[in-house]
């Protein structure tokens, strides 16, 4: 015991020669100098290791937006934003059919998702039980559907029994998309609401529609906000519920009820012909598509650091 | 919870405040004795609201099943098990589909797992906040990049990567090399699993590191005073204390990748056959929606419909086992509030 300690230092044992004490101090070195090594030396390896796994799924996005913006740069210009598409082998056009499509789709999307959402995650905020947790149960289930589930959902609902492909119906693709995320960020942003302030404005005797308005609304906004830009930002870029549903179309349209080109579209119809130029313009807008994205999500993360620095 | 903390990331808040609302009783029956007209609207509003999302998800549902009968009265059972897909025969077996399916998002996996794992940690464990917190941002915007822009980067870089250096380089590795036999495409099952794992990524990571972080700083402190050091801290207390989190990542990672299809329709090449190595071509459920929906008419409609319910049936699965774990995290983490759903409230105000 007393050898092992590694405080017994000169001082004669009883039991051990001095020689045999040597020897065990020395052991005693040894095994704690080759363990504190192995210790360091597995510590930094693995240490290295985690940098080294950030770093390769650091590579793709680097080298996506680099490849993105070295493609795409050449293809933009002042024709690009305000011409149709023209066939291959033509030189000039533009994708103003693929933008204009893509916001129109995408805000008529919007236009019925967000206040479904919110009148969907006020019925929830508010309510125990198991209606409610099913409810929400569904809700996390649903935005793990397959994008391409929704749009052959789409197809089959309105495009087979109507014969007839309409950018509209690409919105309700995508606004059944964009739905059940919406639900879960609306919610997640009232529960931020402090429970004192329900309890203080039903207090004071206000209707809970009113409580909803002026105080859960209001103190969740900018949370509210953040997720609904989210989840436009992901509807934006969907392909596969426009595939079947708003088909694209390379004439200028603004009417929702006829088949509607998308940035999406353009992109994998132009993107996948052997064209350099065609090539070009998929790219560009697929540049324009990920500035839009980035812009968003970007702005949607910056609103909320903002917000809840200047929260009350 | 900061109102920052949710929009932090589109995946992470799907997942996030799943404890229900910490309502107080008072509250939730002043709420529900309102009989004014107002009060009326309001209910109106939101039970409307309701009902509208549950008739949407009843409806997705019962449409596809009701579009895919035709096909399941046509083929059976064979539907599931057989693996010939020939709509001039008119025989439609999706088996080889669902066998590509399940190995590239497994190859995907075996990727994205370690590398997932190791970057999240190197994120909330490893690396200063000041560096960490911008370096997570960059990961989680890789979510924000379009599916068919990847694919389409996948289909001009990758492919050309893929014939000329990656597989020739495969095929050299002794014993391995038998997994990479055939001709050197680019395109590919491999290839597809490569560009699922990139998509899989961000999910993985944002998912894990928030796990990570829910690790209480005592099971930290307690590993760190038995002599610890940083990286037995972590491999000891804080992954096993992440376990559930990290297993809804990896189970929510693969929804996503099951039912990528434009990306994986433009990488796997189109084959219809059992793969004989993971250079192979292949089709998988998605792509194979993607592929035939445009052409098919009748009975081949209705299958590639058939197609989508089966894709529907894996992920919701995949889904709902990816929820029941981040559940099962939210509920045992030590130190974690106690879930308002077992509190006696419940009692006094049945909802």
């Given at each position: 015991m007393?050898?092992?300690?590694?405080?017994?230092?000169?001082?004669?044992s009883?039991?051990?020669?001095?020689?045999?004490?040597?020897?065990?101090?020395?052991?005693?070195?040894?095994?704690?100098?080759?363990?504190?090594?192995?210790?360091?030396?597995?510590?930094?390896?693995?240490?290295?290791?985690?940098?080294?796994?950030?770093?390769?799924?650091?590579?793709?996005?680097?080298?996506?937006?680099?490849?993105?913006?070295e493609?795409?740069?050449?293809g933009?210009?002042?024709?690009?934003?305000?011409?149709?598409?023209?066939?291959?082998?033509v030189?000039?056009g533009?994708?103003?059919?693929?933008?204009?499509?893509?916001?129109?789709i995408v805000?008529?999307?919007?236009?019925?998702?967000?206040?479904?959402?919110?009148?969907?995650?006020?019925?929830?905020?508010?309510?125990?039980?198991?209606?409610?947790?099913?409810?929400?149960?569904?809700?996390?289930?649903?935005?793990?559907?397959?994008?391409?589930?929704?749009?052959?959902?789409?197809?089959?609902?309105?495009?087979?029994?109507?014969?007839?492909?309409?950018?509209?119906?690409?919105?309700?693709?995508?606004?059944?998309l964009?739905?059940?995320i919406?639900?879960?960020?609306?919610?997640?942003?009232?529960?931020?609401?402090?429970?004192?302030?329900w309890?203080?404005?039903?207090?004071l005797?206000?209707?809970?529609?009113?409580?909803?308005?002026?105080?859960?609304?209001?103190?969740?906004?900018?949370?509210?906000?953040?997720?609904?830009?989210?989840?436009?930002?992901?509807?934006?870029?969907?392909?596969?519920?426009?595939?079947?549903?708003?088909?694209?179309?390379?004439?200028?349209?603004?009417?929702?009820?006829?088949?509607?080109?998308?940035?999406?579209?353009?992109?994998?119809?132009?993107?996948?012909?052997a064209?350099?130029?065609?090539?070009?313009?998929?790219?560009?807008?697929?540049?324009?598509?990920?500035?839009?994205?980035?812009?968003?999500?970007?702005?949607?993360?910056?609103?909320?650091?903002?917000?809840?620095?200047?929260?009350? | 919870?900061?109102?920052?903390?949710?929009?932090?990331?589109?995946?992470?808040?799907?997942?996030?405040?799943?404890?229900?609302?910490?309502?107080?009783?008072?509250?939730?029956?002043?709420?529900?004795?309102?009989?004014?007209?107002?009060?009326?609207?309001?209910?109106?509003?939101?039970?409307?609201?309701?009902?509208?999302?549950?008739?949407?998800?009843?409806?997705?549902?019962?449409?596809?099943?009701?579009?895919?009968?035709?096909?399941?009265?046509?083929?059976?059972?064979?539907?599931?098990?057989?693996?010939?897909?020939?709509?001039?025969?008119e025989?439609?077996?999706?088996?080889?589909?669902?066998?590509?399916?399940?190995?590239?998002?497994?190859?995907?996996?075996?990727?994205?797992?370690?590398?997932?794992?190791?970057?999240a940690a190197?994120?909330?464990?490893?690396?200063?906040?000041?560096?960490?917190?911008?370096?997570?941002?960059?990961?989680?915007?890789l979510?924000?990049?379009p599916?068919?822009?990847v694919?389409?980067?996948?289909?001009?870089?990758l492919?050309?990567?893929?014939?000329?250096?990656?597989?020739?380089?495969?095929?050299?590795?002794?014993?391995?090399?038998?997994?990479?036999?055939?001709?050197?495409?680019?395109?590919?099952?491999?290839?597809?699993?490569?560009?699922?794992?990139?998509?899989?990524?961000?999910?993985?990571?944002?998912?894990?590191?928030?796990?990570?972080?829910?690790?209480?700083?005592?099971?930290?402190?307690?590993?760190?005073a038995l002599?610890?050091?940083?990286?037995?801290?972590?491999?000891?207390?804080?992954?096993?204390?992440?376990?559930?989190?990290?297993?809804?990542?990896?189970?929510?990672?693969?929804?996503?990748?099951?039912?990528e299809?434009?990306?994986?329709?433009?990488?796997?090449?189109?084959?219809?056959?059992?793969?004989?190595?993971?250079?192979?071509?292949?089709?998988?459920l998605?792509?194979?929606?993607?592929?035939?929906?445009?052409?098919?008419?009748?009975?081949?409609?209705?299958?590639?419909i058939?197609?989508?319910?089966?894709?529907?049936?894996?992920?919701?699965?995949?889904?709902?086992?990816?929820?029941?774990?981040l559940?099962?995290?939210?509920?045992?983490?030590?130190?974690?509030?106690?879930?308002?759903?077992?509190?006696?409230?419940t009692?006094?105000v049945?909802?």
């Open positions: 007393k050898v092992t300690s590694g405080t017994a230092r000169d001082e004669p009883d039991l051990l020669s001095a020689e045999a004490m040597a020897r065990r101090r020395d052991v005693v070195r040894h095994a704690s100098r080759t363990t504190l090594r192995r210790r360091r030396l597995v510590g930094n390896g693995t240490r290295i290791a985690c940098y080294v796994a950030l770093i390769i799924a650091l590579i793709p996005l680097v080298a996506l937006i680099a490849y993105t913006i493609r795409g740069v050449h933009l210009s002042v024709a690009f934003f305000t011409q149709a598409p023209v066939p291959a082998f030189p000039g533009g994708v103003s059919t693929a933008i204009i499509g893509t916001l129109i805000g008529l999307a919007a236009v019925v998702a967000i206040p479904v959402g919110l009148a969907v995650s006020l019925f929830l905020v508010d309510r125990r039980g198991k209606l409610a947790a099913t409810i929400r149960f569904v809700a996390d289930v649903m935005s793990g559907v397959p994008s391409i589930a929704i749009g052959v959902f789409a197809y089959a609902l309105f495009v087979v029994p109507s014969h007839h492909y309409a950018g509209i119906i690409g919105s309700f693709a995508l606004a059944v964009m739905l059940p919406i639900i879960r960020a609306d919610e997640v942003a009232m529960r931020t609401v402090p429970d004192d302030l309890d203080a404005a039903l207090a005797g206000a209707r809970p529609s009113r409580v909803a308005r002026s105080v859960v609304l209001r103190t969740s906004l900018p949370g509210i906000v953040t997720g609904n830009l989210l989840a436009v930002a992901r509807a934006i870029g969907e392909t596969a519920p426009l595939l079947f549903t708003a088909l694209g179309s390379t004439v200028f349209e603004t009417n929702p009820f006829q088949p509607m080109d998308a940035m999406p579209l353009r992109i994998l119809t132009d993107g996948t012909q064209n350099a130029h065609l090539q070009t313009v998929a790219w560009a807008t697929a540049l324009v598509l990920v500035a839009f994205i980035l812009v968003l999500s970007i702005g949607a993360r910056t609103f909320a650091a903002y917000a809840t620095r200047h929260a009350r | 919870m900061t109102i920052g903390k949710e929009g932090g990331a589109l995946e992470r808040s799907e997942h996030e405040g799943i404890l229900p609302a910490p309502r107080s009783g008072v509250a939730a029956l002043i709420t529900r004795r309102s009989r004014r007209p107002k009060g009326r609207i309001y209910a109106g509003i939101r039970w409307g609201g309701t009902l509208v999302f549950v008739a949407v998800v009843v409806t997705l549902v019962v449409s596809l099943v009701w579009q895919a009968a035709p096909a399941f009265r046509h083929s059976g059972f064979s539907f599931i098990f057989n693996g010939t897909w020939n709509p001039d025969t025989q439609f077996g999706a088996g080889v589909f669902i066998i590509d399916t399940l190995i590239t998002t497994g190859v995907g996996l075996l990727i994205v797992i370690p590398v997932g794992i190791a970057t190197a994120l909330s464990e490893f690396l200063p906040r000041r560096l960490a917190a911008p370096l997570s941002t960059c990961v989680d915007l979510a924000a990049v599916s068919i822009v694919g389409l980067w996948g289909l001009l870089v492919v050309p990567l893929f014939q000329r250096d990656v597989e020739p380089f495969l095929q050299k590795i002794p014993l391995l090399k038998h997994l990479f036999g055939g001709a050197d495409l680019g395109s590919g099952i491999l290839l597809a699993a490569v560009v699922l794992a990139v998509m899989m990524l961000p999910t993985m990571v944002a998912l894990t590191r928030t796990a990570l972080q829910g690790v209480s700083v005592a099971d930290r402190e307690a590993a760190l002599g610890g050091t940083r990286w037995q801290v972590v491999r000891r207390a804080v992954i096993p204390g992440a376990r559930s989190g990290i297993q809804a990542a990896i189970t929510l990672a693969m929804g996503r990748a099951l039912g299809a434009i990306a994986v329709a433009l990488l796997i090449g189109g084959g219809l056959t059992l793969p004989h190595s993971l250079l192979a071509n292949g089709t998988t998605g792509s194979a929606v993607v592929s035939f929906f445009s052409e098919a008419i009748g009975v081949q409609r209705s299958a590639v058939g197609l989508v319910v089966i894709l529907l049936a894996f992920t919701t699965v995949v889904n709902i086992g990816g929820q029941l774990f559940r099962g995290r939210a509920s045992t983490r030590r130190g974690a509030p106690v879930p308002d759903d077992f509190s006696p409230d009692e006094v049945p909802a």
